[in-house]
């Protein structure tokens, strides 16, 4: 039986001379599932070192290289097909958010459907027709705080490239500045819908990526 000693430290540096280290994860266990969360908390890590400079911030993972390929291949290789929470969470693109693990889960809990801002548009709905279609029943809709989309002009963004390319955009698009309002409108048209079977079970969350902490505003 393996033995899957795991130590996950970020490292960081707020002085010349003072370093300071969080433990993000620390397990000892002979369990093979324990193989998932070291792979979970290595991408935990990785989603904290993107809070700070990179050049001040470092992972450190204790354990033989031998541990963490045999890892990679046991939760990559092994990952379901259908998600284990029966839920599905509208996600932003933004690489700090990891919503399996913000939600304290691990790799293949969730369907994770991905667009600039988490926005609840058309094709995220049609996602969402396929994933309850396979016995999905719930639905996170999970914004998240320092948000790129909600500085990207969208508006005068389609006028200009419409008028450049020639080319008519006909996909919704549109401006939103405040996470609250565009969060409640995304989650009233999920529950107002009639394409989805599962309107019940519909939460609406900001993930604040200061503070790691993730607030459920509507559920």
Excluded at 70 to 86: D, H, N, S
Excluded at 112 to 122: C, P, S, W, Y
Excluded at 151 to 161: D, F, G, I, V
Aim: glycine residues 8%; hydrophobic residues 35%.
């Amino acid at each position: 039986m393996l033995d899957y000693s795991q130590l996950i430290t970020l490292e960081y540096t707020t002085t010349r001379r003072a370093r300071h280290r969080r433990v993000v994860h620390q397990r000892r266990s002979t369990s093979p599932g324990s193989a998932a969360s070291l792979l979970a908390a290595s991408l935990l890590a990785a989603s904290l070192l993107a809070l700070g400079n990179p050049h001040e911030w470092s992972i450190i993972v204790t354990g033989s290289e031998e541990l963490i390929r045999q890892a990679r291949t046991k939760t990559e290789g092994g990952l379901p097909g259908f998600p284990r929470r029966r839920g599905a969470v509208i996600a932003c693109i933004d690489s700090r958010i990891q919503p399996e693990l913000i939600l304290g889960g691990t790799p293949g809990d969730y369907h994770v459907i991905r667009n600039a801002g988490g926005l609840v548009t058309d094709d995220a709905v049609r996602s969402l027709m396929v994933s309850q279609f396979h016995g999905t029943n719930q639905v996170i809709v999970m914004m998240h705080t320092d948000c790129g989309a909600m500085a990207y002009p969208a508006t005068r963004e389609k006028q200009r490239l419409e008028a450049e390319t020639g080319e008519r955009i006909t996909f919704a698009i549109h401006d939103f500045t405040d996470l609250e309002t565009e969060l409640r409108r995304g989650v009233d048209l999920l529950r107002s819908t009639r394409l989805l079977s599962h309107r019940d079970r519909i939460k609406g969350t900001i993930y604040d990526v200061d503070t790691l902490r993730l607030r459920t505003l509507f559920e």
